[in-house]
């Protein structure tokens, strides 16, 4: 699975050091926001095509890790 630095870029320079899909301009957060709206994954890739498929998919996968990871079992 690729690394966290590999998929997301937070770089001053870059929008201010919004993170980013590594390589694009295009904010992490644009992904979420249309998901999250009902929008498909294909839609989302359609609007940004600088953002890769892989990207876009190993983000979400590392979003999922990150909040299961913290997740704590039921008491």
Known sequence: MPT???IVQSDPEIL?????????R???KNLLDYLAAGDSLEKFLDHFPTVTRE????ALE???DLLTSRARPAR
């Open 16 to 24: 201010g050091g919004t993170p980013v899909f590594a390589g694009t």
């Open 55 to 58: 990207q876009a998919v190993a």
């Open 4 to 6: 966290l630095e590999s």
């Open 62 to 64: 590392i979003a999922k």
């Open 26 to 28: 295009v904010p992490i």
